[in-house]
């Protein structure tokens, strides 16, 4: 089938509506995972057309993946038909054309399988040698994703992105303790992104840090200073403040943020990105699902509220611009406004002289879990692990702590941000669902009286 | 497109297993009271599995000649690149007829979502915006064949609602946001809004608790999503070969009056199913009995590899998200179905009542206790305080923390009423409320 002729064919019909867009996506993925009992190479290949049309301040989807041309042209006939051509609020944008497939040094395809699963087992065998380690995962895996879309604008658009992920965690044991510890790189490239891992260090880190799990004490909760790390920063970034700058969800009335645009919210020290457009993040695109081309947008700068993410619905509504945040996990699923690379600006403070100049408190490391709360504005973060700070220095090692309070309040009380800055990849829903690619990251950040427990 | 499959595989491989899927599936969302995105997919796949020397897997979506023979290529090629293992598919075997199907999804799933659509928009209050809603339903066929001669279909439909619902009185706004999933619509009835409008309009009065250590009832989606991922993580035959499981048989790890069954038969489970996703018949298997740990679960790989028989639990559902549609996209992996905890004698009025302070969990934000260490710390969405045996004033905000470990042998009641539910973490449970003693909560 020519996927583009079928495209073109498509929009011809959607040219009778307010708006129409079609897309079609393509993917192959390779993985191999290793534990003790079990190694698998998983390899996938996907294909889905979706169709959309907006009529009367309606979205009208059908989605496909198998190509029955004439099933689907009448199928999209239908449609037009019943929805037919109503007025509508929608940001409507000059056609556009790129074709853009992301350039990686080394392919991950290319690399031979056999290679990619001795270096898994050499990585596996080096992580369980230590009487300590019962066990250990090891993951590698490797995407393309391409996506052709065309709409009743006229744009014609291609983009092709690279995905990657490691992931290690050896399990250790002492008695009937049982812990852990992970290390992940989740990126956009090629195969450059595991070569350029400092495996010796890395696996050494992991290992010490599965070991050390196994002291770790209980933290009692309470009120406490507290210095995050960049990927917990991240994760305050995205869940417990991003969400809410969803446009969608200020649409429906479903934002604590929504009344503040353009006031000061926080500590001067913050401000925040989405950045769909920072190439070699998990998160980056060159289109988003709507067509609309990627963007820098500044949600805070230093305390005041800036800006929301938008769709373009959202954008129509609240007579703002588009800014290429429209995404869907993949054909069978809604565009919503998503979140694609979100981080907190570094500061200039560095990490060492951070952790001095606190008295008491705790450092928090690592993110496990973070929930939104787009209209209370709560923290629902969890994090894995964190060291008792005492006369400025690192102490005891703690198991993970939830953090709890309203964001707004937790992101005033900053008053040190750090130069050091990381981005850490991984996945995002819409509450429980709707996954899509995305990062999120930031600098080392002291917070006041914080809520953990 | 079976038989093209099928034709192809048996070119190519001794031993195979072939997973095909095909899902309808029709959604309504509402936005602000109104009905503002329709949608209808039809999903359909293949995984295939190869055994020769070690294990291959590959799926598709694509039904083209040459998709399909590069996808059984990729799972060949895997198979002889993967360290050896010793498995045989499973032979076929008689399962037992189940519910699982409801017949207004089957005969129109459109229909059913748009009139379920309608009756909630009916049904609200002039107070309460449904800032966001979603309903959807999925019907699936699903077909499994091996090179044993297993061939065996089924049917299944999933049913899911989630609602933001928001009430704002006196310039404070607050929202209730349920997201469940059933096998029918009956068992979600729209009536269900009127408990959920009151847990929202209690969240305009919360109060944020204080610290203390305390009594908690948890709510049976709370049980699952705590108690259903930790003894779920432990009871499989994959904890028990990776040395990681904490359970061993005939040892007691629970208060005596908790007895959990992994359920794969009960009627309109969410992961019930006459056979599981590799063809073995499921079946109840109990893990805690009076608070003794009994028997692990296997699926066919840690069957074989731990020398005892499949008890079909080898079933296709995401480790982060929950699988209705692309579940040929996964391998089968070892893990529970329906999380059963058997009813005790006292009706949740009477765990209340025996309580003098304490409190009630409905809802967490998102309980995901650490699987390993059992430890968990979530905070409170929608709760009650109990005093003197009466619920009194409704709580959000706060952290309940512990280790689901050492809080199963602190279980002082049990309800006797259990019912399907769904959680955030775990997808499919059939959960009583359950109290717990001594629980610390970080609060105020």
């Known amino acids: ?453 | 497109m079976r038989d093209l499959i099928l034709k192809q595989v048996k070119k190519s491989a001794k031993e195979y297993e072939i997973y095909l899927q095909k899902t309808e599936i029709n959604e309504i969302h509402i936005q602000k009271n109104k009905i503002g995105f329709i949608d209808k997919t039809v999903n359909s796949g293949y995984g295939i599995r190869i055994h020769d020397r070690g294990m291959g897997f590959s799926s598709s979506n694509i039904f083209s000649n040459s998709a399909i023979k590069q996808t059984i290529k990729n799972a060949l090629k895997s198979s002889r690149m993967t360290q050896k293992v010793d498995f045989n598919f499973p032979t076929p075997k008689k399962s037992k007829k189940v519910k699982t199907i409801d017949k207004p999804i089957r005969d129109n799933g459109e229909a059913v979502v748009r009139n379920y659509a309608k009756q909630i928009l009916k049904s609200i209050p002039k107070d309460i915006l449904i800032s966001f809603g979603k309903v959807r339903a999925y019907d699936s066929q699903i077909q499994i064949m091996n090179s044993e001669g297993l061939d065996s279909k089924r049917e299944e439909t999933n049913f899911m609602l989630e609602l933001s619902l928001i009430i704002e009185k006196a310039g404070k706004k607050v929202e209730f946001w349920p997201h469940e999933y059933r096998r029918r619509i009956k068992d979600l009835p729209v009536s269900n809004l009127k408990q959920w409008i009151k847990i929202a309009r209690d969240q305009l009065i919360a109060v944020t608790p204080e610290t203390e250590r305390t009594t908690i009832i948890f709510s049976p989606n709370t049980v699952l999503d705590g108690l259903g991922s930790i003894i779920g993580s432990h009871s499989s035959g994959a904890a028990k070969v990776n040395g990681v499981s904490k359970f061993n048989p005939g040892e007691k790890i629970a208060s005596e009056n908790l007895t959990v069954i992994s359920d794969g038969l009960y009627p309109y489970g969410l992961m019930t199913s006459g056979f599981d996703d590799e063809g073995v018949p499921q079946r109840k298997n109990i893990l805690i009995d009076n608070g003794i740990f009994k028997a692990y679960v296997y699926d066919q790989y840690y069957g074989v590899r731990d020398n005892r028989e499949s008890t079909g639990n080898g079933l296709r559902q995401g480790d982060t998200f929950f699988v209705f549609d692309v579940k040929y996209g996964g391998l089968p992996g070892n893990r529970i179905s329906n999380f059963y905890v058997e009813p005790g004698k006292k009706t949740l009025q009477k765990l209340i009542g025996e309580v003098k302070h304490g409190i009630l969990v409905d809802h967490f934000s998102w309980l995901v206790p650490d699987p390993t260490s059992g430890n968990f710390s979530s905070e409170i969405r929608a709760g009650y305080y109990i005093d003197n045996g009466q619920i009194s004033k409704p709580i959000k905000g706060g952290l309940v923390a512990g280790n689901f470990f050492e809080l199963m042998k602190n279980i002082s009641g049990i309800s006797n009423k259990a019912v399907i539910t769904s959680g955030g973490t775990v997808l499919a449970g059939v959960c009583p409320y359950i109290r717990f003693e001594e629980v610390q909560i970080a609060g105020k």
């Open chain 1, 1 to 453: 089938m020519d996927s583009r002729d079928l495209m073109e064919k498509i929009v011809r019909i959607l040219e009778k509506t307010y708006y129409g867009d079609v897309r079609f996506e393509t993917g192959r993925s390779f993985g191999i995972g290793k534990n003790k009992s079990e190694e698998n190479i998983n390899t996938a290949s996907s294909i889905g057309l979706c169709i959309r049309v907006f009529s009367d301040n309606k979205w009208y989807y059908l989605g496909f993946n198998e190509f029955n041309e004439q099933k689907i042209l009448d199928e999209t006939k239908k449609l037009v038909r019943r929805v037919g051509n109503k007025p509508s609020k929608l940001v409507l944008k000059d056609p556009w054309e790129t074709d853009t497939e992301i350039r990686v040094k080394k392919n991950h395809f290319d690399v031979d399988q056999d290679e990619k699963i001795k270096t898994v087992r050499g990585i596996f065998n080096r992580l369980t040698d230590n009487k300590k380690i019962i066990n250990a995962s090891v993951g590698l895996a490797h995407a393309t994703s391409e996506v052709i879309f065309m709409n009743t604008e006229g744009s014609v658009l291609r983009q092709v992105l690279p995905y990657f992920k490691f992931v290690m965690s050896p399990i250790a044991r002492e008695g009937d303790r049982v812990e852990y510890d992970f290390f992940v790189v989740a990126k956009q490239g090629g195969y450059e992104l595991f070569t350029s891992i400092d495996l010796d260090k890395k696996i050494k880190d992991v290992i010490n840090g599965s070991i050390q799990m196994l002291k770790a004490k209980v933290l009692k909760g309470g009120a406490h200073d507290i210095i995050v790390d960049p990927e917990v920063s991240g994760v305050i970034a995205h869940e417990s403040f991003g969400h809410g700058c969803e446009a969608d969800q200020v649409l429906r009335n479903r934002s604590y943020l929504a009344p503040l645009k353009g006031k000061k919210i926080v500590s001067d020290l913050v401000s925040m990105h989405d950045n769909s457009s920072l190439k070699g993040e998990r998160g980056y695109f060159v289109f988003d699902d709507e067509g609309v081309k990627s963007s820098d947008t500044t949600l805070v700068k230093n305390g005041v509220l800036t800006d929301f993410m938008h769709d373009r619905q959202s954008a129509a509504f609240l007579n703002s611009d588009v800014t290429g945040n429209a995404r869907a996990q993949d054909f069978s699923r809604k565009v919503f406004v998503r979140m694609s690379n979100t981080y907190i600006e570094p500061g200039d403070w560095k990490r060492d002289e951070l952790i001095e100049e606190t008295d008491n408190g705790f450092y928090l490391i690592k993110a496990m879990t973070g929930m939104e709360d787009p209209l209370g504005g709560n923290l629902q973060i969890v994090t894995f692990k964190a060291r008792e700070i005492k006369d400025g220095e690192l102490g005891e090692l703690y198991k993970g702590v939830g953090i709890s309070g309203k964001v707004l309040e937790f992101l005033d009380r900053v008053d040190a941000v750090t130069d050091n800055f990381e981005m850490r990849g991984s996945g995002c829903g819409k509450g429980h669902e709707d996954y899509v690619p995305v990062s999120s990251g930031g600098p080392y950040m002291r917070v006041r009286k914080a809520i953990i427990g």
